[in-house]
């Protein structure tokens, strides 16, 4: 099978290697702006390999937003994204995913009528 662009990985897109405790996923000063109005203004987050964080606010404070900017389903107007010491503001989410971030919506699914278990 030929090798697309889009299905090649660079050096610098594979998995780093999994040491516990050394991958850090990092935003810096993430902004976004929807016309004139700043819906994140400044968003910082660092998250260490296995550590468990959540984002809590009220609505409508960009919690969501945020998130989305860190995972890669939305681009921030200002700010960066790093996985360890790795710039991934640009890279995009299928690419993100090959470097071991996911996402995994709190909506209901087509899967409903299934147990965690099924």
Do not use: C, W
Not at 10 to 30: K, M, N, Y
């Amino acid at each position: 099978m030929e090798s697309t662009q889009h299905d090649t990985i660079t050096q610098q897109e594979r998995p780093l290697e999994r040491v516990e405790g050394s991958r850090i996923l990092r935003s810096d000063g993430l902004k976004k702006r929807y016309k004139k109005r700043f819906v994140v203004k400044g968003a910082s987050v660092s998250v260490s390999q296995g550590e468990i964080v959540g984002l809590l606010g009220p609505n409508g404070a960009g919690k969501t937003t945020t998130f989305y900017m860190i995972t890669g389903m939305i681009r921030p107007t200002t700010g960066k994204v790093f996985i360890d010491d790795r710039e991934i503001t640009r890279v995009p989410m299928y690419k993100r995913s090959r470097l071991g971030i996911g996402y995994l919506p709190q909506e209901a699914s087509v899967f409903r009528q299934l147990t965690v278990e099924e």
